[in-house]
């Protein structure tokens, strides 16, 4: 699988960022996306839930924002075509989960698989889930980290795009290594976001080559 050619005239691709909270790997995007040598803007900003500061983000920033709430949907299949319909209408290149905490199902997967991907807190196959620090203080391991990944329909399965190490601290907190965690792995989805961007990406079986 290959990313697809960048349109005649170039131009930056686009993004779609789904979220259900803070919306710091938002803001950190926004902050990259401000300089046209980046390659990428973000042309909408979805969410599971409303009252979150990642909303907020995204309006200050004059993006679009679009919510679905499963609890509004008769089943999570709807869900799911309405969330793919969604972003569907903002053609984008590139879908990124940035703390979005919901597995979304086949017509999502079937329209954007292999340009779908999400940035998790711990170093994968390790502690996949929403709870990824906290799993790896309980587990005593001294190094975790950050993953970025192709997402597929497994929980935090899909081929691993690039990773980041982060030691645990004697004395570390649940909070204390999440935010370590995640000062690094904003700068990861950053750095990826805009290769993958400017020169594509390639995948064959587990493997993701950043071009
Ligand atoms: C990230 O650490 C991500 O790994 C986890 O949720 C966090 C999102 O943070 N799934 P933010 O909303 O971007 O600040």
Redesign the pocket.
Known sequence: MTAPDRPAGGGPRRLVVL??????????LLDACADPAYGARIVAVGADRDG???LDRAHAAGVPTFVHRIPDYADRGAWDEALTKSVAAYEPDLVI?????KLVGPAFLARFGGRYL?????LLPSFPG?H??RDALAYGVRITG?TLFVVDEGVDTGQIIAQVAVPVLDGDTEETL?ER??EV??AQLVEYVGRMARNGWTISGRKVKVL
Request: zero cysteines.
């Open positions: 979220l259900s909270g803070s919306g710091s790997n938002l803001a950190a979150i500061a990642g989960s940035a703390g979005f905490l999400n940035t998790h807190n711990a929403i990824g620090p950050a999440t965690i995640k792995e904003r």
